[in-house]
């Protein structure tokens, strides 16, 4: 089985993050860039298909220079090749055309199945999965916390607010991630020394067949009008107990869907 | 409060590290992060560590043997090695004797020593995990001087009969194999005991006030009959065990700078907190003048070990050079340990906080591998070609 997962670097959510002043875009120069945390549990659940079924894992990036870290990161838990789509007029790309960018990537590669986390941790919109199968003619299989293959049929538990789909469909299939479907491996020390040597192939948007004009600021299909830091927290409700305390708390978990 | 820089930083160390090496300390980092340090305070507590549990998690990694070529070792650099020592001890010294006693001692042991056979019956299943290692040299009444040890092996047909007590020996309880050293009538000969022969016993050492987060014990050997492949072919005289503490101790060197630093943190992130006289007590300049000399010797410890451990990596090391640094390091670590305990008050003394811990475990780290006093006279040798040991 041929499987391609995306890994996007994000600045570290542990870490304050800034939009840039300029821009509007992630500022990325002043923040530690880590592999999404998501994408971790996506590169895991490839190699636990590659261990069970046989084929090649490969890990797909689209972003500037600097993500090469976060693709030897990832190619160190155990991936066999990687591409990196690396191109300047990329910067300020919107959703839409980043799944443009990566649909066209991803023909080069013919998968049978591209996993990708549920959300990146900076934008958090959950919709690339959808656009890439669309884009792709593939199954959407989104939202996962488990996934079984048998044969070309796959078949995904959808986790959903209150518990859970199942949703089954085949192959080719784009299928998202949430951090409820593995606990992802350490890198190894041999992996980390193997990462080194393994393939990375760098594509542009020429080697893409795509107009720079249809990416980046310029092809954006949305923009960022003014961005604010969040006000600092309120003090929080506090609930005086006149004997209908609990039933005040209950209400409370209830309506932000603890219970 | 302005920005902190830590310790460590403010000579940029890490730009004196590749990638590679960056990538595999901050492995070593987050696995100690997430599976001994929210452990580690209950587990010296109750002076029980779950070392096969340990042993897998630092196996599936390549932590064991990590600087061994071949048979399931990651083949990993000294400087990787070392640094991957500073970070497991910067959780706790249990957790890199560990290392450095399955990778450093027996591994290398019967790497270095021992025949084809031995290696491939053991070392992947050590370098996994598996298989837990232990070695033994020191007995009760020979400890410095292990040249008049009395444990004895003596040929009996084929095979040989090993008569003696071993004492002191990390993780013997809950080893598998120990590589014991024992008097011959061809002098001092290693050999690879499987923990279960008959007539080899190991009682667990308890009432220990240093590293409770280790299983420490005496092996005794009574009458027990080995079959003459039970002999590490090439160790001959006391310099084989000599080698394998050498490596050893050279990770020891690193690793005792990670529990210093791990306690100098502590202490900054506390002293910027405690407020006493109304102001935080890193405020007072007698605290920052404590904290400015423990980042100062914690850097040029730094300095000492990665030197060492560049030459390892180019002409290799002579056992004098390493002992400048195990002395130096471990004798400077404690000394941090013990001063940051001081900026903690009486939260210093608490299992709260990681600092007396560190400090009670740098004092097994000052003795074992080479006392103090035992290095001074090694590199007293060195300088004045003259042996001041009897
Ligand atoms: C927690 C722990 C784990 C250990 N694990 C192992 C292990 O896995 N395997 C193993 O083989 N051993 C192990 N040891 C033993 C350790 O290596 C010895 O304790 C060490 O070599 C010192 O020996 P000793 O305790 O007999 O002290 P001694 O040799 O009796 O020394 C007592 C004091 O006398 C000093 N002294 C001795 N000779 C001289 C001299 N010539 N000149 C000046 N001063 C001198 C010493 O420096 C020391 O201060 C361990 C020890 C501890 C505490």
């Known amino acids: 089985m041929k499987i391609v997962v995306l890994v996007k670097q994000v600045p570290d959510s542990g870490a304050e993050r800034n939009l840039r002043s300029d821009d509007s875009t992630v500022d990325r120069d002043s923040a530690n860039n880590v592999i999404n945390e998501m994408d971790e549990y996506a590169i895991e659940e490839a190699l636990k298909l590659r261990e069970a079924h046989g084929g090649e894992v490969t890990i797909l990036t689209m972003g500037p220079e600097r993500a090469a870290e976060s693709i030897r990161k990832a190619l160190s838990m155990g991936p066999d090749k990687a591409v990196h789509v690396l191109d300047d007029a990329l910067h300020g790309s919107c959703a839409l055309a980043t799944s443009k960018v990566l649909a066209a990537a991803l023909k080069t590669l013919e998968p049978d199945l591209v996993i990708a986390g549920a959300e990146s941790t900076d934008a958090r919109g959950q919709v690339l999965p959808h656009m890439l199968a669309e884009r792709l003619g593939a199954a959407a299989l989104t939202g996962a916390r488990k996934l079984t293959v048998d044969g070309a049929t796959l078949t995904i538990e959808r986790q959903t607010e209150e518990g859970y789909e199942v949703v089954t469909a085949s192959t080719p299939a784009v299928v998202s991630v949430w951090d409820t479907i593995n606990e992802p491996r350490y890198p190894s020390f041999k992996g980390i020394m193997e990462a080194k040597k393994k393939p990375v192939q760098t594509l542009s948007l020429g080697d893409l067949g795509i107009d720079a004009g249809e990416v980046g600021f310029g092809g954006a299909s949305t923009a960022v009008v003014e961005h604010a830091r969040r006000p600092p927290r309120q003090g929080g409700t506090r609930v005086n107990d006149d004997g209908e305390g609990g039933v005040k708390l209950v209400e409370f978990l209830v309506s932000e869907k603890f219970v | ?390």
């Open chain 2, 1 to 390: 409060m302005a920005a902190r820089t830590a310790p460590l930083d403010l000579l940029a160390l890490d730009s004196l590290l590749s990638q590679e090496e960056i990538a595999m300390r901050d492995l070593v980092r987050r696995l100690v992060d997430q599976q001994v340090r929210p452990h580690v305070a209950r587990w010296f507590e109750d002076g029980r560590t779950p070392t096969r549990d340990l042993a897998k998690q630092f196996g599936a990694v390549g932590l064991l043997g990590m600087h061994l070529q071949g048979y399931g070792c990651a083949g990993a650099s000294a400087v990787s090695y070392g640094l991957a020592c500073m970070e497991l001890e910067a959780g706790d010294s249990g957790s890199r004797s560990l290392v450095s006693v399955q990778g450093s001692l027996a591994m290398y042991g019967i790497w270095a020593y021992g025949s084809e056979a031995q290696k491939q019956r053991w070392l992947p299943d050590m370098a996994v995990g598996d298989a837990i290692g232990c070695f033994g040299l020191t007995e009760p009444d020979h400890g410095s001087d292990p040249a008049s040890m009395k444990t004895r092996a003596e040929r009996n047909g084929d095979g040989w009969v090993l008569r003696g007590t071993k004492m002191w020996i990390t993780n013997a309880p809950v080893a598998d194999v120990a590589v014991v050293w024992a008097r011959t009538d061809d002098g001092v000969r290693g050999f690879v005991v499987p923990m279960d022969s008959e007539g080899v016993t190991a009682n667990e050492i308890h009432h220990k006030l240093s590293l409770r987060a280790s299983s420490t014990g005496e092996i005794v050997l009574d009458e027990v009959r080995l079959p003459g492949d039970a002999l590490l072919p090439e160790a001959r005289g006391l310099k084989a065990p000599l080698s394998c503490l050498t490596e050893a101790r050279y990770g020891i060197a690193w690793g005792a700078l990670g529990a210093a630093r791990d306690c100098l943190d502590t202490a900054i992130a506390y002293a910027c907190e405690r407020e006493q006289f109304g102001r935080p007590i890193a405020g007072f300049q007698l605290t920052q003048a404590k904290l400015a000399d423990m980042a100062v010797e914690l850097q040029k410890g730094f300095l000492l070990a990665l030197h060492l451990g560049r030459l390892a990596d180019s002409v290799g090391l002579r056992p004098e050079q390493v002992s400048i640094a195990k002395l130096n390091n471990v004798r400077e670590a404690l000394a941090i340990a013990r001063q940051c305990r001081t900026i903690l008050g009486a939260n210093g003394i608490s299992l709260e906080y990681p600092v007396l811990r560190h400090a009670n475990n740098l004092e097994s780290v000052l003795t074992y591998e080479g006392t103090s006093e035992i290095h001074q006279l090694v590199i007293g040798q060195e300088l004045t070609g003259v042996s001041a040991f009897t």
